[in-house]
């Protein structure tokens, strides 16, 4: 699976957008670009997945460059919940759970 | 309907001794795997069943195994417990009978080792 590189954290304002990045410039053509985050004390939470299309659902939008070489979660309007840690995950789809998280981004929602 | 449940959700073991963890996944799913979360190491993957059998399986020593029964609950065994066996244990579940997409995470247990 590709590696991925995300900045460590990221502060954004409740009720603005939150734009997280992830790098993954040696993704393969079939290999997925996953987003799940970690509420502290929690286990992690699955929040959207894509190959190559920018993807929408109720809790971000995804959106993943021509090349496919980086994407960015989108979290349209941040509130103090959205406090976590999110992971970017690159991999092929397969019938395995063996994801491989990395350290994430702690993103501070704050008032 | 109800999430992933694990059991214990907080207990405490001495060096040398064997803990057991339990976990029921989601109704229908049959796919159960197991993360181990440290500070130091972060979230690393153990190991998955899927219909009673093990699937995939992470770079720990033996002393961690598992098992899966027929109503898909799981079970994960640690022997021989060391002080850098303390950490978060995370169980997921799945489908499992289509492409990954998204795993259910539990709570966890976590595990102090004194």
């Known amino acids: 699976d ?4 995300q900045p460590p954290s990221m502060d954004c304002a409740e009720g603005r957008a939150a734009n997280l990045p992830c790098n993954h410039s040696t993704i393969s053509g079939n290999e997925y670009v996953y987003w799940y985050r970690q509420i502290h004390s929690q286990g ?4 959207i997945h894509g190959l190559k299309n920018n993807e929408t659902n109720e809790m971000a ?11 960015t979660l989108i979290l349209p309007h941040a ?14 789809d397969n019938y395995g759970q063996n994801f491989v998280f990395g350290p994430g981004t702690r993103l501070s929602v704050l008032p | 309907k109800a999430g992933v449940t694990q059991t214990p959700r907080y207990l405490i073991k001495t060096r040398g001794q064997q803990v057991t963890l339990s976990c029921s996944p989601i109704s229908g799913h049959r796919s159960v795997s197991w ?5 130091g190491q972060g979230l ?3 190991f998955e069943y899927f219909s009673e059998t093990q699937r995939n399986k992470g770079n720990f020593p033996g002393r961690f195994s598992g098992r899966q029964f027929s109503n898909s609950r799981s079970e994960m065994n640690v022997s021989t417990l060391e002080l850098g066996d303390s950490a978060l244990y995370l169980c997921a579940s ?3 009978a289509a492409l990954t997409g998204e795993l259910f995470f539990g709570e966890g247990s976590r595990l102090t080792v004194l």
């Open chain 1, 79 to 92: 509130t103090l919940r959205d406090t976590a840690v999110y992971y970017c995950i690159v991999r092929y």
């Open chain 2, 44 to 46: 690393q993957f153990l």
């Open chain 2, 35 to 39: 993360y181990q979360q440290t500070p």
């Open chain 1, 61 to 71: 939008s995804l959106i993943i460059t021509e090349d496919r070489k980086s994407s």
């Open chain 2, 94 to 96: 799945s489908l499992g």
């Open chain 1, 44 to 47: 992690p939470q699955y929040i």
């Open chain 1, 2 to 5: 590709a590696k991925t590189t």
